[in-house]
């Protein structure tokens, strides 16, 4: 069965890099699936952060793409995501997820992690 | 961008109604559209697929309608489960976007 695991610190100061890491169990990471992040402020609706695929390519969000890098480390089976220069709009539940590509199309995510808060505050 | 509407907000239903969500695109996605249900504190839970495709184990009271830029999701008989916040998601490129939630409240 495949899980995935969120994990990185729940408080970020403003203006520092925001690091989370996903870990996938059941699965190797390699073979084949896309692997994305997806964030939630607290009371309002889902947000897609960026997704990166089996051939590394990545696609960001246009409006978090200057800020955002996601990448895969095979050797850990895990993903992560860094958001540099953080302000308190970035305080949300992230969650990490993982799918299939269909008919050359990202379709959604089989699987995700259970998210974690991380709170942007001095 | 392809931006994604839902509509209403918030929906105030009782146990046994029809309730119905739409959802637009602001450009055609064909019928790459999926429908969420999400619970305090979960992750969103996939419910229909390419527009009308139920998810397995999903039940058939939830039912997707809808290609280009026009969809609905169709609750034919609301259960006490049901109530939670709905979200649709288009797939029709690498770059997702969601529409803004549908709370659906007991009335």
């Known amino acids: 069965q495949v899980q995935l695991q969120e994990s990185g610190p729940g408080l970020v100061k403003p203006s520092e890099t925001l690091s989370l890491t996903c870990a996938v169990s059941?699965?190797?990471?390699?073979?084949?699936?896309?692997w994305g992040w997806i964030r939630q402020p607290p009371g309002k609706g889902l947000e897609w952060i960026g997704s990166i695929y089996h051939s590394g390519s990545t696609y960001y969000n246009p409006s978090l793409k200057s800020r955002v890098t996601i990448s895969v480390d095979t050797s850990k089976n895990q993903f992560s995501l860094k958001l540099s220069s953080v302000t308190a709009a970035d305080t949300a539940v992230y969650y990490c997820a993982g799918g299939l590509v269909q008919l050359w199309l990202p379709w959604p995510p089989d699987y995700w992690g259970q998210g974690t808060l991380v709170t942007v505050s001095s | 961008d392809i931006q994604m509407t839902q509509s209403p907000s918030t929906l105030s239903a009782s146990v046994g109604d029809r309730v119905t969500i739409t959802c637009r695109a602001s450009?055609?996605?064909?019928?790459?559209l999926a429908w969420y249900q999400q619970k305090p504190g979960k992750a969103p839970k996939l419910l229909i697929y390419k527009a009308s495709s139920l998810e397995s184990g999903v039940p058939s009271r939830f039912s997707g309608s809808g290609s280009g830029t026009e969809f609905t999701l169709t609750i034919s008989s609301l259960q006490p489960d049901d109530f939670a916040t709905y979200y649709c998601q288009q797939y029709n490129s690498y770059w997702w976007t969601f529409g803004q939630g549908t709370k659906v409240e007991i009335k």
């Open positions: 450009q055609s996605i064909s019928s790459w």
């Open positions: 059941g699965y190797s990471i390699s073979s084949g699936y896309y």
